[in-house]
């Protein structure tokens, strides 16, 4: 059975890849991680990749921002692995 989380994933990892012209056996590599994981652990993760697509669409996608214009320059530091202590440190 289909969930509505691997519906999503599946169409956001199809956008993001065919908008970066990612080849068709990395696309489906990647599809079948995600449904690993999903089967596997009920949740899965993004890539750098994804995450920086993401935030970009996002931003690209925001009508009512009038810096969307910059979206493609947005710089994504994927900081997921910091311990608490080191959240703090990073921000700034």
Do not use: P
Not at 8 to 19: G, L
Not at 20 to 33: A, P, S
Not at 36 to 42: C, G
Not at 46 to 63: D, F, P, Q, V
């Amino acid at each position: 059975m289909i969930t509505d989380l691997q519906k999503e994933a599946e169409e956001f990892i199809r956008t993001c890849y065919s908008e970066l012209n990612k080849t068709e056996q990395e696309l489906e590599n990647r599809l079948n991680e995600v449904n690993e994981q999903l089967r596997n652990k009920s949740f899965y993760e993004h890539t750098n990749l994804e995450i920086e697509y993401g935030a970009k669409m996002a931003w690209r996608n925001s009508i009512r921002c009038i810096g969307r214009l910059f979206w493609d320059q947005l710089k994504v530091f994927d900081k997921r692995d910091l311990k608490k202590e080191e959240i703090i440190e990073a921000l700034f």
